[in-house]
């Protein structure tokens, strides 16, 4: 079985106006989170998600591996941009690249 997505994340300059769009969409329901940045958890029925602001906008999709380093190494092999991590976050630890 491939590596499953459990995560995803649409950053966004307005948030709320990103959460009402994808709500209207397809019947998402969001619920706020951290009234002061506007970030929202997402239900969507399948993987979880959440739309919030961010300095970085667009969408992220977080994928479960066995292991970090390998996987961000087979990234860069198939042309991946920037690579960073393993990078611990609370109680995660994750890598981040740039899709080519």
Do not use: K
């Amino acid at each position: 079985m491939p590596d499953p997505v459990v995560r995803w994340e649409i950053n966004s300059r307005d948030p709320a106006a990103q959460q009402r769009f994808y709500g209207t969409v397809f019947g998402w329901t969001t619920t706020v989170v951290d009234s002061a940045s506007g970030y929202g958890l997402v239900e969507t029925g399948g993987t979880p998600g959440g739309i919030g602001p961010e300095p970085h906008y667009g969408t992220r999709i977080y994928v479960e591996v066995g292991d970090i380093p390998a996987a961000l190494d087979r990234a860069r092999a198939a042309g991946a941009g920037h690579t960073e991590g393993p990078v611990t976050i609370g109680s995660f630890v994750l890598g981040v690249f740039e899709d080519p």
